[in-house]
T-cell receptor
Framework: EAGVTQFPSHSVIEKGQTVTLRCDPI?????LYWYRRVMGKEIKFLLH????????ESGMPNNRFLAERTGGTYSTLKVQPAELEDSGVYFC???????????FGPGTRLTVT | GEDVEQSLFLSVREGDSSVINCTYT??????LYWYKQEPGAGLQLLTY?????DMKQDQRLTVLLNKKDKHLSLRIADTQTGDSAIYFC???????????FGTGTKLQVIP
């Protein structure tokens, strides 16, 4: 069974540009989460989808970040316009039910120059 | 508020025991986790403990929880070079799905 996959693995963009990160959860997992680790600091929660609905988006830093999960399958996280402080590793995780173990993807390393 | 703290780096010799420590601030934490991240890989759940337990053992791993002091530790017996990774302490509150992570401890195993 395939695990959580994320694309791209690494993205380098200039300040002010737009980047879209993609996450494909494990098939059948209704719950999808986004986290990010900035500059070697702690990994912080961004938001949680249940199917296509946003269950909790309390961790989204500002309105430059837009997450979608149309159809309740894969999810995208768009950063527009990107700022230097957005650099970090963005992790996606999925779980079968709301109390289940979260399985993490390898992360997307975003570098904003 | 939620805050999870851990030391950034630990170096041990192969065959020795490793102890990685973590403190958390949220007294309502129900689940406490240890995740492992190997280079280029995602986070792998190693083990977890409920807040009403004080110890859990799983092969070479021993988790100790001191709820009074809000202190969690992970002991790895007979540490191997394959244990070299970043270890994240994390916590969550029952009914809430967001997991709060620490900064991670980079474990270096010297052959």
């Amino acid at each position: 069974e395939a695990g959580v996959t994320q694309f791209p693995s690494h993205s380098v963009i200039e300040k002010g540009q737009t980047v879209t990160l993609r996450c494909d959860p494990i098939s059948g997992h209704d719950n999808l989460y986004w986290y990010r680790r900035v500059m070697g600091k702690e990994i912080k929660f961004l938001l949680h989808f249940v199917k296509e609905s946003k269950q909790d988006e309390s961790g989204m830093p500002n309105n430059r970040f837009l997450a979608e999960r149309t159809g309740g399958t894969y999810s995208t996280l768009k950063v527009q316009p990107a700022e230097l402080e957005d650099s970090g590793v963005y992790f996606c995780a999925s779980s079968q039910d709301w109390q289940g173990e979260q399985y993490f993807g390898p992360g997307t390393r975003l570098t904003v120059t | 508020g939620e805050d999870v703290e851990q030391s950034l780096f630990l170096s041990v010799r192969e065959g020795d025991s490793s102890v990685i420590n973590c403190t958390y601030t949220d007294s309502s934490s129900t689940y406490l986790y240890w995740y492992k991240q190997e280079p280029g890989a995602g986070l792998q759940l190693l083990t977890y403990i409920f807040s009403n337990m004080d110890m859990k053992q799983d092969q070479r791993l021993t988790v100790l929880l001191n709820k009074k002091d809000k202190h969690l530790s992970l002991r790895i017996a007979d540490t191997q070079t394959g244990d070299s990774a970043i270890y994240f302490c994390a916590e969550s509150i029952q009914g809430y799905q967001k997991v709060t992570f620490g900064t991670g401890t980079k474990l270096q195993v010297i052959p």
